[in-house]
């Protein structure tokens, strides 16, 4: 099964800073990466897919990039509620679906 | 709107059984693939299982942490997507949610809250 590892973890940071969170995958899987965002008790969120396209109703400061084993998830302005764990995930050759270990984003 | 409700969690004995329910709401849950995907205490994401749509056979995948003791079934005509979980291990403690592929197989674009299992004697 494909691998995915997620840097940093955590992550501190201020409201208005830009964020970056990178995950690798262990083989090319081309654009086949999800971003999710996950608070406690919460239905997780899709707030990316196919590496770079926003999912609808996901504000514009999300952003995503890459292809084949790295990628990138942007925050370019962070706001209070952008605190939160994010998880890629890889659809490229499934099951079984794996999901990154997780950044969670702190206040600094 | 799009809505999955889970319910059923709760505290069971290792070795013993127990049925998650999800209930869909908002789109045509007979069209699409549903999963469950759950999340251990201090732990990430872990996809459980999912079943496709009766258009792709209605059939079933599931994680290797889970196969053989985990099933899941559907009742279409309630909108209803059960995980039957047995001979339950205390690493399957979790909180499990239920997630729908409507967009693009693969990608979990609509998820429930939740439901915690907690296994213990």
């Known amino acids: 099964a494909i691998q995915l590892t997620q840097s940093p973890s955590p992550l501190s940071a201020s409201v208005g800073d830009r964020v970056t969170i990178t995950c690798r995958a262990s083989q090319d899987i081309s654009s086949s990466l999800a971003w999710y965002q996950v608070k406690p008790g919460k239905a997780p969120k899709l707030l990316i897919y196919d590496a770079s396209s926003l999912q609808t109703g996901v504000p514009s400061r999300f952003s995503g990039s890459g292809f084949g084993t790295d990628f990138t998830l942007t925050i370019t302005s962070l706001q209070p509620e952008d605190f939160a764990t994010y998880y890629c995930q890889e659809f490229n050759n499934y099951p079984p679906f794996t999901f990154g270990p997780g950044t969670k984003v702190d206040v600094k | 709107e799009v809505q999955l409700v889970e319910s059923g969690g709760g505290l069971v004995q290792p070795g013993r059984s127990l049925t998650l329910t999800c209930k869909a709401s908002?789109?045509?849950?007979?069209?699409?693939?549903m999963n469950w995907v759950r999340q251990a205490p201090g732990k990430g994401l872990e996809w459980v299982g999912f079943?496709?749509?009766?258009?792709?056979?209605?059939?079933?995948e599931f994680a290797a942490s889970v196969e053989g003791r985990f099933s899941i079934s559907r009742d279409d005509s309630d909108n209803i997507a059960y995980l039957h979980m047995n001979s339950l291990k205390r690493e399957d403690t979790a909180v499990y949610h239920c997630?729908?592929?409507?967009?693009?197989?693969?990608?979990?674009?609509?998820w429930g809250q939740g439901t915690p299992v907690t296994v213990s004697s």
């Open positions: 997630a729908s592929f409507t967009m693009i197989v693969g990608v979990f674009d609509y």
């Open positions: 908002g789109f045509t849950f007979g069209d699409y693939t």
């Open positions: 079943i496709r749509s009766q258009a792709y056979g209605g059939t079933t």
